[in-house]
């Protein structure tokens, strides 16, 4: 019997629909309780500590104890970016149109996607930064910081040399599970949101995931990017 890929146990594990919603709200890089995950998948706790119990030993995530409590967070941005690509399939669209609840269309909006912005705003910044010549898209799905982008990221207090890169570089390209175009992920992509929320331009909700653009950060936008997150509209959305 030929041996089954690697893959295929991770696969098992994220199938189950209440795994699948605990990876998901683990999404944002943060650690998270047991119990706040059991809520966000809808089960008992004592059945998402053995869903969680399964992910653990199967590498899917990362835990630590803090006194009595355990808590849980993905174990690497590997595990976030298969996650929200496979987020990305979706069955064929149906004659009917799909409502999209509030939740939906903030998340669709701006958020996070482990450590770097998502969304519809993640992907209009990443579009904006490509057609100002300041990253540029390179094989491997890589993006390469030009010398006008360095001298632009270093206007937001960003300075790409000392980046410590991975193995595909400091800037990758992240597939939007929502806007099916490429946002901007790695090193690069998480100083950028940092560095965005620092300035008041960018403000996690208390909602998991979601980003709200300032007034701020709206006039910053279109100041320094021509982007105007909130007139413009996006090609798959309700």
Same mark, same amino acid.
């Given at each position: 019997?030929?041996?089954?890929?690697?893959?295929?146990?991770?696969?098992?594990?994220?199938?189950?629909?209440?795994?699948?919603?605990?990876?998901?709200?683990?999404?944002?890089?943060?650690?998270?309780? &047991?119990?706040?995950?059991?809520?966000?998948?809808?089960?008992?706790?004592?059945? &998402?500590?053995?869903?969680?119990?399964?992910?653990?030993?199967?590498?899917?995530?990362?835990?630590?104890?803090?006194?009595?409590?355990?808590?849980?967070?993905?174990?690497?941005?590997?595990?976030?970016? &298969?996650?929200?690509?496979?987020?990305?399939?979706?069955?064929?669209?149906?004659?009917?149109?799909?409502?999209?609840?509030?939740?939906?269309?903030?998340?669709?909006?701006?958020?996070?996607?482990?450590?770097?912005?998502?969304?519809?705003?993640?992907?209009?910044?990443?579009?904006?930064?490509?057609?100002?010549?300041?990253?540029?898209?390179?094989?491997?799905?890589?993006?390469?910081?030009?010398?006008?982008?360095?001298?632009?990221?270093?206007?937001?207090?960003?300075?790409?040399?000392?980046?410590?890169?991975?193995?595909?570089?400091?800037?990758?390209?992240?597939?939007?599970?929502?806007?099916?175009?490429?946002?901007?992920?790695?090193?690069?992509?998480?100083?950028?949101?940092?560095?965005?929320?620092?300035?008041?331009?960018?403000?996690?909700?208390?909602?998991?995931?979601?980003?709200?653009?300032?007034?701020?950060?709206?006039?910053?936008?279109?100041?320094?990017?021509?982007?105007?997150?909130?007139?413009?509209?996006?090609?798959?959305?309700?």
């Amino acid at each position: 019997m030929p041996e089954s890929p690697g893959f295929a146990h991770a696969a098992w594990l994220m199938a189950d629909p209440a795994r699948a919603m605990m990876l998901m709200a683990l999404t944002d890089g943060r650690a998270r309780p &047991a119990g706040e995950l059991a809520r966000a998948a809808g089960i008992t706790p004592q059945t &998402a500590s053995a869903h969680l119990a399964r992910l653990h030993a199967g590498g899917l995530l990362a835990m630590e104890t803090q006194g009595r409590h355990r808590y849980y967070r993905m174990a690497g941005d590997h595990v976030a970016q &298969a996650v929200e690509q496979l987020a990305a399939i979706r069955p064929l669209p149906q004659p009917a149109r799909t409502v999209v609840g509030r939740k939906g269309r903030l998340l669709r909006h701006c958020r996070t996607c482990y450590d770097h912005l998502a969304g519809r705003v993640g992907v209009l910044v990443t579009r904006a930064l490509v057609d100002q010549g300041f990253l540029v898209a390179v094989a491997d799905k890589r993006f390469e910081v030009s010398r006008s982008g360095a001298t632009w990221f270093s206007a937001l207090g960003i300075d790409v040399d000392t980046l410590r890169p991975t193995r595909r570089g400091i800037a990758r390209q992240c597939l939007d599970s929502t806007e099916r175009e490429h946002h901007l992920a790695g090193p690069l992509g998480r100083r950028l949101l940092e560095s965005l929320c620092d300035r008041g331009w960018l403000r996690r909700s208390r909602e998991p995931r979601v980003i709200q653009v300032t007034p701020a950060g709206r006039q910053a936008l279109k100041r320094y990017l021509g982007v105007d997150p909130e007139r413009a509209a996006s090609p798959h959305g309700q």
